[in-house]
């Protein structure tokens, strides 16, 4: 069941997406003087008690205090309609899996899933993927699962550091990461050598 966002009071959606523009921009997390200065508030006190209603009701979470760190939670980037980007993959034989501080606008139904599990984006480097129109530059919608049916696209991780979007399949004792693409070859490899992160669940094509 697809949990229910009730809408925020208009201050503390200020302060969310506030926050969310800085980590988007890569920037350090706020202080709370600068949140007040942000939203227009004189108050840092009453600062405090929007971002303690925001903890209290999980939008929000921190380590500390909240200027050394405060981030959205999933639900925090649900309710100002955005979704960070984890980082690229490739589609061809694998690439580093790089952190990036991006987010990106997405509709709702993009955002959530009727399962619970978490989604996160991808951007897609390579085409291997092409005859299942995944392209290079595209951006996907992964949502989490370890265990997709065969024939399903995926998100999986190589050697611990190489991530790549393929089809799977099982075959005995090993795993057939299926390319899209008659220029790329498949890719075999033992269960131990591989880790499978989620599956695709949408596509979000670059302006060609």
């Known amino acids: 069941m697809v949990e229910e966002l009730h809408p925020l009071h208009?201050?503390?959606l200020e302060i969310l997406r506030y926050v969310a523009r800085r980590r988007s921009g890569g920037e350090t997390p706020p202080s709370v003087k600068e949140i007040a200065g942000a939203v227009g508030l004189s108050?840092?006190?009453t600062v405090h008690h929007h971002l303690g209603k925001l903890k209290g009701e999980g939008y929000i979470e921190r380590d500390g205090s909240?200027?050394?760190m405060l981030r959205l939670t999933e639900r925090g980037w649900q309710?100002?309609?955005e979704m960070p980007l984890m980082g690229r993959a490739a589609a061809g034989r694998g690439l580093e899996a790089i952190a990036t501080d991006e987010a990106y606008s997405l509709a709702g139904e993009l955002l959530l899933s009727g399962s619970g599990r978490q989604r996160y984006l991808l951007r897609i480097v390579g085409d291997s993927m092409v005859d299942a129109k995944i392209s290079d530059g595209d951006l996907v919608v992964v949502e989490q699962e370890e265990d997709p049916p065969d024939g399903t696209i995926v998100?999986?991780?190589l050697e611990g550091d190489e991530v790549t979007v393929k089809r799977l399949y099982?075959?005995?004792s090993h795993v057939l990461l299926v390319a899209e693409s008659p220029e790329h070859e498949d890719i075999e490899v033992g269960w131990g050598e591989v880790e499978v992160q989620g599956r695709v669940?949408?596509?979000i094509h670059a302006a060609r």
């Open 155 to 157: 998100v999986a991780l």
């Open 66 to 68: 909240w200027a050394k």
């Open 43 to 45: 108050s840092t006190q």
């Open 10 to 12: 208009p201050r503390r």
């Open 170 to 172: 099982r075959k005995n």
């Open 201 to 203: 669940v949408y596509v």
């Open 79 to 81: 309710a100002v309609g």
